[in-house]
């Protein structure tokens, strides 16, 4: 359903800038809507879920998910589309995306270290090395645990029925629930649909084996990360 359908299905919005309808009377507001509207809403997990975890859920409430949020190794991201081809298709086009953004911002700590290390160092640059370093290694660990399946959805934002909606505010897994509602906006009104957020833990941390390193030692694995990358980016040229 287009978004100016489900304005149509909405009556009212409230006034821009005012505090939002409570999550019952947005329900209430869909329960005047038509036969078939989908309903958008918000889901924001307990912790961090797998795919199939995921699809399970969503499956289980008859809900069409168009935008799934993750989080890993330090990188907060999401996937979406339109919401008239919200398919369960998005997970795994989700966790496709993040993998690649995660590889390509590994493999640019390379180019970064050839810099880095290219250039005179403006005092002692151990702590900046770390954080090349940190960064590194934080992704290539989480890689292949990724690849493999690794928890990484904090959310998702998906459509179906009002009664499947509701029932999934009460799914075990679930610790977020927001329906949609039809907001007004300065340049308009528009179905207003809140991200999910993301959890504490989503800043990641270097591996604390750095911690450890001495200076001429940290400087010598950024020398490693320049020439190699530290065989996992061996054919990267640059940032």
Aim: aromatic share 4%; charged share 20%; net charge negative.
């Amino acid at each position: 359903m287009s978004a100016a359908a489900l304005a149509a299905a909405c009556d009212r919005p409230p006034p821009a800038g005012g505090p939002p309808p409570s999550s019952d009377q947005r329900l209430q507001t869909w329960a005047d809507a038509p036969d078939g509207t989908a309903v958008p809403v918000a889901l924001g997990f307990k912790a961090a879920l797998p795919d199939s975890a995921v699809a399970a859920l969503l499956d289980r409430h008859g809900l069409r998910p168009y935008a799934v949020y993750l989080t890993a190794a330090g990188l907060t991201t999401s996937q979406r589309r339109d919401q008239s081809r919200a398919s369960l298709e998005v997970i795994a086009e989700a966790r496709e995306q993040t993998i690649s953004q995660l590889r390509t911002s590994m493999c640019a700590q390379q180019g970064r270290a050839r810099g880095m290390l290219s250039e005179p160092p403006q005092g002692d640059p151990s702590q900046q090395y770390r954080d090349v370093l940190g960064r590194f290694l934080e992704i290539q660990k989480a890689l292949p645990q990724l690849e493999r399946g690794a928890a990484m959805i904090y959310g998702v934002e998906a459509v179906g029925a009002l009664a499947d909606v509701k029932a999934a505010s009460t799914d075990p897994d679930v610790a977020v629930f927001e329906p949609g509602w039809r907001g007004r906006t300065a340049t308009g009104d528009s179905i207003v649909v809140p991200q999910p957020p993301a959890p504490p833990d989503s800043a990641g941390s270097p591996p604390a084996e750095l911690g450890q390193l001495k200076p001429d030692e940290i400087k010598s694995r950024m020398s490693q990360l320049a020439d190699n990358g530290l065989g996992s980016c061996a054919g990267e040229t640059g940032p």
